[in-house]
């Protein structure tokens, strides 16, 4: 598990995450207390204090990441290394290999001040036989610098998630908008239904289906249209003579 170093920290007041990615009151951090207990006060207070200026709420709770996000509808897990122990790297990346097996979004920052600790690092890594990207280290020279990164990738992996909804929500109305066009058509080439008749219709019984099974009382009993034209709907979808015989105006 993380251990913190000697040093301590700070919010500088433009260490904030771009404002194109802030949804304020939607973040929420989960952190481990086991992490939280191995750590230096310091760290934890400029954790806070950088939370709390990027609109995401601190919780400490009991669980095997040493961070969760959730934001944007994501949740995000996070081992986080506040100091590279060169002579305790098996068990690093022994958790590593376990945790990956339980979150599909896992990544892992670690801080390697050092030559040293960045070879220790890179020749673990592949003892190890870590598939690259799965999950994504993320080396950094210093926990206040590994935390702003897990903040931002935090916001980014929820703003993505966002846009793919926000995408998939602008297709389904494009879908709507078209389907309730062809259902205007339908319907108001039926002799007598005009385009006021249709989206009351649309509105009250909906699809073209509906209404071919819906009686002249269905109608009546949903819809302001008259006698004669739920009469008319009636005959049209359930009586062939009806739609088969020229009509003339």
Not at 78 to 97: G, M
Not at 188 to 199: Q, V
Not at 235 to 245: A, H, I, S, V
Request: net charge positive; with cysteine.
């Amino acid at each position: 598990m993380a251990t913190a170093g000697s040093s301590s920290y700070s919010v500088p007041t433009d260490h904030q995450v771009p404002s194109s990615l802030v949804n304020p009151g939607n973040g929420v951090c989960m952190m481990s207390k086991a992490w939280k207990e191995e750590q230096q006060p310091s760290l934890i207070s400029f954790v806070s204090s950088f939370l709390r200026s990027n609109s995401f709420r601190l919780k400490f709770v009991s669980i095997s990441p040493d961070l969760i996000f959730n934001c944007g509808g994501v949740s995000v897990a996070f081992v986080f290394v506040t100091k590279w122990d060169c002579s305790n790297v098996a068990s690093i990346f022994s958790r590593v290999k376990r945790l990956k097996g339980q979150f599909s979004q896992l990544y892992v920052v670690a801080t390697l001040s050092t030559k040293e600790q960045s070879d220790s690092f890179m020749r673990y890594y592949f003892e190890y036989e870590m598939e690259f990207g799965k999950p994504a280290f993320i080396q950094v020279i210093d926990a206040e610098m590994g935390f702003e990164k897990i903040v931002k990738i935090a916001h980014s992996r929820g703003a993505c998630k966002q846009q793919k909804v926000a995408s998939i929500l602008k297709v389904e109305r494009k879908r709507t908008v078209q389907d309730t066009d062809i259902f205007i058509r339908v319907v108001t080439s039926i002799p007598n239904i005009n385009k006021h008749d249709a989206n009351t219709l649309y509105q009250a019984i909906g699809s073209i289906e509906a209404i071919a099974k819906a009686s002249k009382e269905d109608i009546l009993a949903n819809t302001d249209l008259s006698s004669e034209k739920a009469e008319t709907l009636t005959r049209f979808f359930q009586d062939p003579q009806f739609y088969l015989t020229p009509k003339f105006n």
